[in-house]
């Protein structure tokens, strides 16, 4: 509500645009919102006239009370698997574009990583936690960067190997008519064609950050994040809290997509049209 | 503009070129077939023909962006490789092909920039051609803000960027509308006549082709040949102009280019573009 007031008092000022943009912010974020607050108040109704014990299915206002009451909790969790998740957000992109580059300049490294890469497509990458954790010590949180990280590798790897294939061909006859190196070519026409690739990777690679590094918590190492949280709040029947840390789990992941889906908007401005 | 220095060397020297394109099962396609072909200095040559013809396998050719099967191509005395490393000609191709990512400025700016021009020079030489394809206005925008014939205007000019002496251009106007195409035409004429660069312009308009150039190269399909070679004589670049499309000899060349399209059969209708 309170949002919808400010753009309306800012809109007049501005161009027009922002005053379509607003109103079309309100059409787009409404519905959702309504939809939203239907759904808990359904759901608390039916815990309350059902009268359903808070350990099967806490009602969304015990939820909400014990959210408020652990905030500071919830927040230190997050910001434990939110930094796990960043540092494996990062290295996984990094690993993935370098590759991806790799394979695309590199015909015959390209066939050879083919198969590896799909076959860690296809290993549950949480189920390495275990491994992991004995290879760098249950106290380091290297393992669950690493998680996030390999999961995060294969979407990257494979969106920007695929941005890096979409070079119109007049752009790359225009390049060899200016007699262009491989390098000049790759910077000034490959790369910015792959570009809005990478980040559409990094848009569905960044849930699944916060997701690998949340489950790999569940397979041991130190105590402090989300997931950790979750389990020990459910095995000391504090249903009420471990639902507070999901809620939590929620917003963060959300928070990633969030940021991410920004930044993929924001570099597919100019995005090459068919 | 130009200090003829040496009159004997042509812009372009095409010599009995052959190219065979190799299909995947053995099968293959002869796309040109002995075609000889010169272009001097400061000369407008088009090449015209039905789909299938080879004219934009020739210019390929001659922009060294593929190789014959046999013959020999020089490029101002060069050989077509020689002469696309040193950057001699300019080139602009059916698709406008610009880079959706920079502005019209930095797309005429990309051929100088890769080629090590300092920023200044570059500011300079892209607000110069900006202006002369009439785009002032519109230096700072994408591609994509623009109508398909200023993205056309911009391929131009970025072709023109190091001032080539040859320009090669394969149906830039091809997908333009028919007013448009005439305005890019005069534009195209008046360019020509500043910069005094050689043309190889390929095309499948029959009038586009008499009202810009010198001769018109009439190809045949399958194989690739030229069948004919017609010197259009309607006067200097320079004086050619709008009303050029009104005159007597424009007809004129325009049936006779007609007629050797269609294997000298006289035709009726004159002036009247079939396509």
């Known amino acids: ?44 109704g039916f815990v309350t006239v059902l ?19 652990n905030l500071q909790n919830v927040l230190a969790g997050s910001i434990v698997t939110g930094r796990n998740a960043l540092i494996g957000l990062v290295l996984g992109a990094i690993v993935g574009v370098l590759l991806a580059i790799l394979s695309a300049l590199v015909r015959v490294l390209d066939e050879m990583a083919a198969p590896i890469v799909a076959a860690v497509a296809v290993v549950p990458i949480v189920a390495l936690a275990p491994v992991l954790y004995t290879m760098f010590g249950a106290n380091a949180e290297t393992a669950r960067q690493l998680v996030a990280a390999l999961a995060v590798f294969v979407p990257v790897y494979f969106n920007t190997l695929k941005g890096l294939r979409m070079v119109r061909p007049v752009h790359r006859d225009l390049m060899r008519s200016y007699a262009a190196s491989s390098w ?15 980040f559409t990777g990094l848009r569905i690679a960044a849930s699944l950050a916060v997701i690998s590094a949340l489950i790999a918590e569940y397979f041991g190492g130190p105590v402090g994040g989300l997931g950790k949280s979750i389990t020990s709040a459910a095995s000391s029947s504090n249903y009420g809290l471990a639902w507070a840390y999901v809620l939590g789990s929620i917003i963060l992941g959300l928070l990633f997509y969030c940021a991410a889906l920004g930044l993929e908007k924001l570099v597919s401005r100019r995005a090459p049209t068919a | 503009m130009t200090t003829a220095a040496t009159p004997v060397q042509h812009a372009v020297e095409v010599n009995d070129i052959s190219r065979v394109f190799t299909g995947r099962k053995g099968a293959s396609v002869t796309a040109l077939d002995a075609v000889n072909l010169t272009v001097a200095p400061g000369e407008f040559v088009s090449l015209i ?29 060069k050989t077509a490789r020689q002469a ?72 131009i000019a970025r072709s023109l960027a190091e001032s080539p002496s040859l320009l090669l251009m394969d149906e830039p106007f091809g997908a333009l509308d028919e007013m448009t195409r005439e305005r890019m035409q005069n534009e195209l004429v008046r360019i020509c006549a500043e910069t005094g660069a050689a043309v190889v312009f390929v095309t499948h308009s029959i009038p586009e082709a008499v009202f810009l150039s010198n001769r018109v190269v009439v190809m045949s399909p399958r194989p690739g040949r030229i069948r004919d070679v017609l010197s259009v004589n309607l006067g200097r670049m320079s004086d050619r102009g709008e009303n050029l499309r009104e005159e007597e000899g424009f007809f004129h060349s325009v049936s006779r280019v007609r007629e050797l399209l269609h294997g000298a059969a006289p035709t009726g209708a004159r002036g009247v573009e079939t396509r």
Not at chain 1, 10 to 27: D, I, K, M, Q, T
């Open chain 1, 1 to 44: 509500m309170s949002a919808g007031a400010s753009t309306r008092v800012v809109a007049p000022s501005g161009p027009a645009r922002s005053g379509a943009a607003g109103s079309g912010l309100a059409r787009t974020v409404l519905p959702p919102v309504l939809l939203g607050a239907a759904a808990i108040l359904l759901w608390q």
């Open chain 1, 51 to 69: 009268a359903v014990e808070p350990f099967i299915l806490p009602g969304p206002f015990l939820i909400g009370e014990e959210f408020a009451g």
């Open chain 1, 184 to 198: 000049q070519a790759t910077r000034t026409v490959t790369l910015p064609t792959a570009v809005p690739f990478v």
């Open chain 2, 49 to 77: 023909g039905p789909s299938g013809c080879g004219k934009s396998t020739l210019l390929r050719l001659i922009a060294d962006l593929d190789t014959p099967t046999s013959g020999s191509i020089e490029v101002f005395g």
């Open chain 2, 84 to 155: 696309r490393i040193d950057q001699d000609y300019g080139i602009a191709f059916q698709q406008a092909g610009l880079l959706p990512w920079r502005t019209v400025a930095g797309n005429i700016e990309l051929p100088l920039e890769l080629h090590g021009a300092d920023k200044a020079a570059r500011r300079e030489r892209a607000a110069e051609l900006i202006e002369l394809v009439g785009l002032t206005d519109f230096a700072a925008h994408y591609p994509d803000q623009l109508s398909g014939g200023m993205q056309q205007r911009v391929a």
